[in-house]
């Protein structure tokens, strides 16, 4: 390890982690690597099709109020 990481300090350690997993596989495969870990939870297939379809225009809609929103703060 070629800087000093605060091993009590979690974000620090946490930082110090995903800047070493991106460093070594990049960003894709750090983020491959950390879903190994997650699988989720729920039922993907079932929830999917309970929730209402969105049109083009909604879409737009929520982003443009999302991307306003983002100005604000």
Excluded: C
């Excluded at 110090?16 to 070594?24: C, H, K, R």
């Excluded at 495969?29 to 997650?38: E, V, Y």
Aim: overall charge negative; aromatic content about 6%; cysteine-free.
């Amino acid at each position: 390890m070629n800087k000093s990481v605060d091993l009590k300090n979690p974000i620090a350690l946490h930082k110090a982690g995903i800047d070493a997993l991106v460093q070594e596989l990049g960003g894709v495969g750090a983020i491959r690597f950390l879903q190994l870990f997650d699988k989720g939870s729920g039922d993907y297939t079932k929830e999917k099709y309970e929730r209402d379809e969105m049109s083009i225009d909604e879409i737009a809609d929520a982003i443009s109020r999302m991307r306003r929103q983002e100005e604000k703060s």
